[in-house]
Every structure is written in C-alpha cells, then in structure tokens.
C-alpha cells in the first residue's frame, strides 16, 4: 500500500485533514502540540487504497524538539511515497520555512495549502500556478474544515507518487552551494540517501549530522575560515536560515493578493489583539479563568442555579407524583443542566432496577435477585448514571480549547510558573489531564528536558480526570445532604482547585530538589481565535462517552461483581447476604487501621472498612470508587433499617455515600480527606501503564512511592486542618487558609531571594 505522510507546522489543520480523509476521530486542538505521536489511517477513494500518517506539526527540520526528530526521522528512513506539506494560508511565508527544506529530500512533495475558506472569506487570492511553478511542485488549494478540494488533492498526491522526485535547494550562494555540491559528492560516495539533505545539514552543524559523519566535518572547518559575513560570522546555520527567510520574502509575498482594504484588517487585528489583552493580562486573566471555571463547574454541578433559592427565591416542583418529581427542582432550586440530565439518568435507572426486582421478587433465589440488581445493575447505573455530567464537562473544555482560549490559558500560566523552573508547555499535558492522564502523559513529549518531564507526569493526575469526578459528585452530595451545609459544587470545585495547588506545590519542591533543570523556551504562538466547530466538538464528545461505556461494561462491571461476591460471601464460600464475616469485611479490616490518621480508618464504627475498600478498587479504576458504594450501600440498606428509613426521603443518587456516612459515622472532614486521597494517590491502571512507557528508565519506582507519599501525607494534612474547624466555625477556614497561603508564598519568595542575593555574591567574589 503506498503511504502518505502529513507534515506541516503546529496548528495547521493537519490532523483536520487527517480525520477528513480517513473517517477518524483523532484530537484536533486550537493549540501546538497536540498531535505528538503519528497516526495512520487510510483513505479508499482511489484507484488502490492508501496509507495516510499524521506526523506531528513541526517549524523545521533540525532535530531540537522530540516532534521534529519523528517527523524528520519518519520521511528519510521510511521514505513515504509522497509528502503532502500544508501550509497555513494565513501565515503562508512562515509556513514555507519547512517547505524550502522538505523540498531538500528526495521525495515527490506536493504542497497543500489549507484554511483557503479564510482566505476567501477575507477576499484574497491566492495565485497557484506561481507559486507552484517557483516551488517546482505541484500546489493545490484546500480547506481541510470545510472539506473543500480534499479528493484533488489526493489525486494529485497519487500523481506525483508515481514518479520519483531529486531534491533541490532553493539555496543561491555560491559559495555555499559549492560546500553542499562537495558534501552531496562525498555523501553519494558514502552511498547514503538523500545526499542534497544531508549535506546542508552538517554544513548547518546538525547534532545528529555530525555524531554521524565526523569525517566530513573538516569540509565544513575549511569552508568556515572562508566565511566573510559581519552579522552572522561564521554560523553557517544562522546564514543559511536568513537566505531562507529572505528568498522566500523575495520570491513569495506576491503570491497572495490582499483584497485593497487594509484598515478593516487593522480593524480586525486589533479586536483579536483588544480581546487578547483583557484574556492575558496579569491579574484579569488569571481572575477571568478562574470565574471561567467556576461558571464551568456550577452549570454542571449546582444544585441551586445561580444561588436563585440562597437569594430567596422558591421554586415548586412540578411532575408531582410521578418518578420525575425532582427533575428540574430541588430542594426549592433550580437544577443546573448537568444536575438536570444527572437526575434524569438516576431516576430512570432507579425505575428499571424497582422494575426488575419486582418481577425478580419470589421467581428466583433472593441472592440471585441481589446479585443482579444490588450488585450488577446498581454498579453499572451508578457508573453510567455520572456520564452526562462528565460529558457536559468536557464540553465546556472542548469549547474553550476549540476557541484558542486554552492556548491563552496557557500563556498566562508560563509567565508566573516561569518564575519556578516551570514552562508553559508543561501546561497543555496537564490541562489534557482534566479530561483523561494517559492522553495527557503521552503528551509530555513535547518536553524537551527530562526532568520537567517526569516531574510533569508526576503531578499529572492530580488532574482530577473525567472517572475521578463520581467521587466528587457522589461524596460532595453527600456532605450536603447528611450534614446540612455546604454547596456541592462548591465543594467540587474547591478539590479541583485542591489537586491543581498539590501539583503546583509538589511541581515546585521537585525542581527545586531532585528534578531541577533549566527551563526551556516557551516558544508557542497564540492560535487564532474562532467559533467551536460543532463537529468537532461532537467528535470530542463520542470519543469520551465510547471509551467511558466501554469501561463501564467490562473493567468496572467485572470489578462490581467479584466486589459484590467477596462482600456476600464468607471464608467458607457459603452465602451470608450480609457483610459480617465477609471476605472482604475480612480484608477491609486488615488494612482499615492504615487509614486512621486520614480520618477513614479505625475510628470507624460498622462497615468503617469501605472506605478502606472503596480506596483499594479505585486502583484498577476511579469509577470503581463509587461503584464499591454503591454496591456496599445497598446492602448497608438492607441490613440495617434506621438507615433505610433516613434516606429514603431523598431521591436523588447520592444514597448510598449517605449510607455509607451515616453507617460509618464518619466526619465531614474525614469525607474531603477521602475524597483528596483518591485524587492524589495512584491512578488507574492505564495511566499507571502509560506513566511506565513514558518516564525514564528507573523513575517509575520513584513515582509510585511519590504518589503513595503525596496522597498520605496531603489528606493527613487536609484531614488534620479541616479537624479544627466545626460546621459552625468553618467559615473561619478560608481566612485562616488564605493567610497561611500568603504567609507560604510571602516565605518562598524570601527563600527565592535570599538565594538569588547569595549566588550573586558568589559571582561578584
Ligand atoms: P494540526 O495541529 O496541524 O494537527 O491542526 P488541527 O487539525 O488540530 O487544526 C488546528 C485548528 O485549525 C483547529 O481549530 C481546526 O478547526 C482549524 N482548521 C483546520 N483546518 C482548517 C481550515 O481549512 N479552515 C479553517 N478556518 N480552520 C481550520
Ligand atoms: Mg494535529
């Protein structure tokens, strides 16, 4: 099968076309970096099928970043047989900076130039015939959104993969073509491929060039004691990047016509430029991301809209009577949409299991009746009844992603963490890690510096992912409904906010210890703004509900039912239905005291061992967590009446961490202790596969000892804090929380000086 691969610079529309072309669903993102891996697929509508490879973006070919070292690695070992090279319409001369180079291989290349629906849009023109016949292949207009020329592109692709292709130079020094004439020479000799390629390389003084063929250097040597140029003396690399620059403004900016009306472009530039400085100045932007979230959070999360019903105002339910009673209302609030579509799932599924135990009731064994509808059905709802949440979650996400917003974000945050051996790159994996930590960890190859890297995939999943968030919900329910005060989606947000400090802080204590190492450029341009692309975002969507149901109906289904026999069984496999002397009471037991300086450990009274449980599934899988409630709750229920009778008034999915707080007696503090554990300890076991491929040899050890540290010692910490405050004094929490953070930061920029001041002393002695 011939292949075909995609290269071209960051944010180009690469994976765009990509998708288009071969029906697949892979990440498209409005920022740099987001494709870091290849990806295959293929594309039918030919006369054979062929291979396309999504290569991640890159501005040139040397070998500075991990991006630029596969995509170059890709197109000279495994020879495609043709390059398609986007280019960005918009940004044409930048974008032909890698062109010029490609056009250095040895291989048939055919310029796709993307984004042509803007360009129309603003009443350019683009002349094709001259750019192509200057570039000496073939150029075809496309636009990869609107799926605009994408099968003539193909065509012309296959065309030009019939033939075979030299390479050319759009190089015209003399001087230094004959340095790559003798070099071309010598390399033919060494009979390796692609000799124009390689010999402008080393003249560059490429690392891998010159690891690779030292004898040629003396070439080089030679020629550079002949270099006369005053501003570049004699770095052969820095002139041959000017004569690029300046060949492809000479020969290329009359290519594109710019429609006559170059104050509404100014226009224009100053509104993207007038938005760009409210979304990144220093104290508005953090302050609008952080309102930014919190809307997020509360539209998914609240209970009571807007605070309507705090303020006063009374809501009725409507439905009365009816299983949907608690729809839209609760408590006397409106529901936010999140809460609306979560209510909605639970009560339908509530509906089902009542439907299937009363036409199970007395047919079959009651163990039987148990373990479909207590153990199985109740799991799996439980787990699929939080997708709706999720989804919209990761809808305000894509949104703001899709926009260009989060590039902003991560803009704003490179410019403090800067100041703490951080970079801005770091920042994309772990905004990712929201949504899921293994996309996220494969992402940190964007990082050039081993350290940042490992400590980045460290402090990754405290990321609180998509499965952590039926923990938060189910718990944060929880607190509010038991103990009567609270939010529950303040609650949830302030343990995202909770995880993001953690990362931040361990971030910092690494690379001031054991991962410290410079920092690299934050080199990333803000991409454009524009509207979400519905499609796209839908494509985000299906990807996340698909890979959240699938895990529902196996890893966590199977987890539910081996839980459910180990709590109904006893040791001698006999069937008990309750959980005295159960195998799992058993092993709970054994490693509950574990837990005691966390809150959820011995001072437990009956079933205090499931939280001990609850946090020991939750390594094979977050949902897990809930799912182990859920399954112990019901029969919690079951066993013990007072408990039924206090719940049963509520209705709305969060019974069984009731259940499990007032069976257990456990605090409210010990609740957000737990809470905190399961978002900082060890994550699931993919993430825990992936963060094994990705760090460096003999790190990953390290690692699972960091996140066992972190996670003991930060809910023992938040255990022991919130232990000060009662219900009524809480309100004391945030001041007191607040001076001991400017007290903290009032410290470690003392330290940061103070060791600024001596290693400048050093210097002057
Ligand atoms: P990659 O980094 O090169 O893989 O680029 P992506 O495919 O992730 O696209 C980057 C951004 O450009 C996304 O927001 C796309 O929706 C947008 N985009 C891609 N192709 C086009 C196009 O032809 N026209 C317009 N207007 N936007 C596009
Ligand atoms: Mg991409």
Not at 166 to 174: C, E, F, S, Y
Not at 634 to 639: E, G, L, Q, R, V
Not at 685 to 698: D, M, N, S, V, W
Not at 720 to 745: D, N, Q, R, Y
């Amino acid at each position: 099968m011939k292949r075909f691969a995609l290269a071209g610079n960051p944010n180009c529309g690469k994976t765009t076309l990509f998708n288009n072309l071969t029906g697949s669903t892979a990440h498209v993102g409005n920022w740099p970096g987001v494709t870091v891996e290849k990806k295959d697929g293929v594309y039918k509508k030919l006369k054979e099928h062929v291979a396309i490879i999504d290569l991640p973006g890159i501005y040139s070919l040397s070998p500075y970043t991990s991006e630029e070292v596969i995509s170059r690695n890709y197109i000279l070992d495994e020879k495609p047989d043709c390059v398609i090279n986007i280019v960005d319409a918009t940004n044409l001369e930048r974008n032909l900076y890698l062109t010029t180079q490609l056009l250095e291989i040895d291989v048939p290349v055919v310029v796709a130039v993307n984004m042509m629906d803007v360009l129309d849009k603003n009443g350019d023109t683009l002349d094709v015939d001259e750019l192509s016949k200057k570039l000496g292949v073939p150029v075809v207009k496309v636009s990869a959104l609107k799926e605009n020329n994408l099968d003539d592109l193909m065509k012309v692709a296959y065309e030009a993969s019939l033939n075979e292709r030299k390479g050319h130079t759009i190089l015209d020094d003399k001087d230094l073509l004959h340095l790559i004439g003798d070099l071309s020479i010598a390399f033919k000799g060494k009979k390796v491929d692609n000799p124009l390629f390689h010999a402008i390389k080393l003249a560059e003084g490429d690392e891998i060039e010159v690891k690779d063929h030292k004898d040629l250097m003396e070439m080089v040597s030679e020629f550079k004691k002949t270099i006369k140029n005053d501003i570049f003396g004699d770095d052969i690399e820095a002139i041959i990047a000017d004569k690029r620059y300046n060949y492809i403004a000479d020969n290329f900016s009359s290519v594109i016509t710019r429609k006559e009306v170059v104050d509404e472009k100014e226009v224009k530039s100053t509104k993207s430029d007038r938005i760009d400085k409210v979304l990144t100045h220093k104290v508005w932007g953090l302050l609008i991301f952080a309102v930014i979230l919190f809307f997020v959070f509360h539209l998914t999360f609240a209970e009571d809209l807007f605070f309507l019903h705090a303020f006063g105002v009374e809501f009725t339910p409507c439905f009365e009577g009816s299983i949907y009673e608690g729809l839209f209302w609760s408590d006397g609030g409106i529901a936010s949409p999140g809460v609306m579509l979560f209510n909605f799932f639970d009560m339908s599924f509530g509906a089902i299991i009542e439907a299937v135990g009363g036409a199970m009731e007395g047919n079959v064994p009651v163990w039987f009746q148990g373990f479909i509808c207590d153990g199985v059905l109740a799991g799996l709802f439980a787990i699929l009844g939080f997708l709706p949440q999720i989804l919209f979650l990761f809808l305000f996400f894509s949104i703001m992603e899709d926009t260009g917003y989060m590039a902003r974000v991560a803009f704003i945050l490179d410019r403090i963490f800067r100041k703490f051996g951080l970079s801005g790159r770091a920042f994309i994996p772990m905004i990712m890690g929201f949504g899921c930590s293994v996309p996220a960890m494969i992402n940190t190859r964007t990082l050039a510096d081993e350290k940042e890297k490992t400590a980045t995939i460290r402090v990754i999943p405290f990321f609180s992912c998509g499965a952590k968030l039926p923990i938060l919900v189910a718990i944060a329910g929880g607190i509010v409904e038991y103990f009567g005060f609270g939010n529950a989606d303040v609650i949830t947000y302030s343990m995202y906010v909770v995880g993001i400090i953690a990362a931040i802080t361990c971030l910092i204590l690494m690379r001031k210890t054991t991962m410290r190492g410079d920092v690299a450029p934050f080199i990333m341009e803000l991409p454009a703004y524009h509207w979400p692309q519905f499609k796209s975002l839908m494509i985000h969507l299906w990807d996340k509900a698909k890979h959240f149901v699938k895990k529902a109906f196996t890893i966590i289904l199977a987890s539910t039912v081996v839980i459910w026999f180990l709590s109904n069984f006893g040791w001698n496999w006999a069937y008990l239905g309750t959980f005295e002397g159960s195998i799992l009471e058993g092993l709970g037991s054994l490693i509950q005291p574990i837990f005691t300086p966390l809150g959820f450990g011995s001072q437990l009274s009956a079933f205090g061992f499931v939280f001990a449980v609850a946090a020991i599934t939750g390594l094979i899988a977050k949902e897990n967590v809930i799912a182990t409630f859920i399954a112990l709750g019901a029969i919690i229920m079951a066993s013990s009446p007072e408990i039924v009778e206090a719940i049963e008034a509520d209705e709305d999915g969060i019974e069984a961490s009731i259940a499990m707080i007032s069976a257990t007696g456990i605090t409210w503090q010990g609740c957000i202790s737990f809470i905190a554990f399961n978002m900082l300890t060890i994550p699931c076991f993919a993430a825990c596969a992936t963060a094994r491929a990705e760090l460096p040899k003999g790190q990953f050890k390290w690692t699972i000892l960091f996140w066992l540290v972190a996670s003991y010692v930060g809910s023992a910490f938040i255990y022991c804090f919130l232990s000060m405050f009662s219900k009524e004094t809480l309100a004391w929490a945030i001041p007191v929380t607040a001076g001991l953070i400017v007290l903290a930061v009032a410290a470690g920029f003392g330290i940061h000086f103070y060791n600024k001041r001596q290693d400048a002393k050093k210097l002057g002695a």
